[in-house]
């Protein structure tokens, strides 16, 4: 078991930036293979983002490749999301995630959820 807690979401104009970070509870974590997910109002939760347990290996949705960056310490039990060049249409509550399996190409479920941060990028 896992507990995840998510911070630095907020209100920023597109092009700007924002890092999301993700405190983890456990001495797990660097078990698990992490990422991230978004979702808006009465759509389905989307992958953003993974990243392998030693960090070594992401991988990005088509949508925000060469935009964003995930990346993870392991001693400080903590996953990151730097997300650069944003749009309105990243405007989403960012979920983080643990125990990533991929389901198929660029397809991801996880087992463990945070409790998401809102992003919101104005036009």
């Known amino acids: 078991q896992v507990q995840l807690v998510e911070s630095g979401g907020g209100l920023v104009q597109a092009g700007g930036s924002l890092r999301l970070s993700c405190a983890a509870s456990?001495?797990?974590?660097?078990?698990?293979?992490m990422g991230w997910f978004r979702q808006n109002p009465g759509k389905e939760r989307d992958f953003v983002a993974v990243?392998?347990?030693?960090?070594?290996?992401?991988d990005y949705a088509d949508s925000v490749k060469g935009r964003f960056t995930i990346s993870k310490d392991n001693a400080k039990n903590t996953v990151y999301l730097q997300m650069v060049s944003l749009k309105p249409e990243d405007t989403a509550v960012y979920y983080c995630?643990?125990?990533?399996?991929?389901?198929?190409?660029?397809?991801?479920?996880?087992?463990?959820w945070g409790q998401g941060t809102q992003v919101t990028v104005s036009s």
């Open positions: 995630a643990a125990k990533v399996l991929a389901t198929g190409s660029n397809r991801y479920r996880a087992d463990y």
């Open positions: 456990g001495r797990t974590f660097s078990s698990y293979t």
């Open positions: 990243i392998s347990r030693g960090g070594s290996t992401t």
